[in-house]
């Protein structure tokens, strides 16, 4: 993930439903001028992994399926696991750290 802006403050004091300028005195000083009369824009920019990570969280309808899926062949029996396919990811995640 890229995050655009350096004033990464004023982002989470926006994700608590606070402004930047009541997040900084909360911290004990006071904005600065330059940070009160900015008039720049955040951009925020999410990898294709990110997308596809995000395309998995728990509501999401693919995820929902996938699952529906492996439950019915789970319980069909149907549901093999490769070991050596297993066993060259955990190499291999261990490998790379």
Same mark, same amino acid.
């Given at each position: ?7 990464? +403050?004023?982002? $989470? &004091? /926006? @994700? #608590?439903?606070?402004?930047? !300028?009541? %997040?900084?005195?909360?911290?004990? +000083?006071?904005? $600065? &001028? /330059? @940070? #009160?009369?900015?008039?720049? !824009?955040? %951009? ?54």
């Amino acid at each position: 993930m890229k995050i655009g802006d350096s004033n990464l +403050s004023a982002i $989470t &004091a /926006s @994700a #608590a439903g606070t402004s930047g !300028t009541a %997040a900084t005195r909360a911290q004990g +000083s006071e904005p $600065t &001028a /330059s @940070a #009160a009369s900015s008039n720049t !824009t955040d %951009a925020i920019q999410l990898s294709d992994f990110a997308k596809q990570v995000n395309d998995l969280q728990p509501e999401s309808p693919a995820r929902a399926d996938r699952v529906e899926q492996l439950r019915k062949a789970y319980l069909s029996g149907n549901y093999q696991v490769d070991s050596a396919k297993v066993a060259s990811r955990i190499v291999d995640d261990a490998i790379r750290g």
